[in-house]
């Protein structure tokens, strides 16, 4: 059995062709000989989404044009190091910081602001995990020396 839009092989049982996709439901789509005379139009490529700029740079190609700072939309743009360093003494700041904290971790207008601001809240918690287990460990500590220094 041979399908009948690109001639291919197909077992007996075959509910699709497994080169074109065709759906062999009924005996309009086989045929018992192949087929090489038909011609086949060939096969229409899947729709895909459009891809942003991906290039691997190669020795050939090290400085690409759209990879530079300036072609970059602001989503993408780098921030710079005093911008770096401005955030961290802005968050530092009690009330005001921890709002813009809040605000720079779920805003997406420059994903570098949003993934540094997510990276300062991950070392809020390693350090409030520290503090916990400091004084976890000076609870049982305190417990067990006043029980012990008893008059």
Avoid at 83 to 90: D, H
Avoid at 120 to 129: F, K, R, T, V
Wanted: hydrophobic residues 45%.
């Amino acid at each position: 059995m041979f399908c009948s839009t690109c001639g291919n092989p197909l077992s007996d049982d075959a509910k699709f062709c497994t080169n074109c996709g065709t759906l062999i439901n009924n005996e309009n789509n086989v045929t018992s000989t192949p087929v090489e005379s038909i011609p086949v139009e060939p096969a229409s490529a899947p729709v895909q989404a459009p891809i942003q700029h991906q290039v691997i740079h190669t020795a050939e190609t090290p400085n690409c044009s759209n990879c530079k700072e300036e072609n970059l939309p602001e989503k993408f743009s780098p921030m710079s190091p005093w911008a770096y360093f401005g955030l961290r003494i802005l968050f530092t700041v009690p009330i005001v910081g921890f709002i813009f904290l809040i605000i720079f971790s779920f805003n997406d207008s420059n994903r570098n602001r949003r993934n540094f601001a997510r990276s300062y809240w991950c070392g809020l918690l390693i350090i409030a995990a520290i503090l916990i287990i400091f004084l976890v460990f000076a609870l049982i500590l305190g417990i067990g020396a006043s029980s012990t220094m008893r008059f």
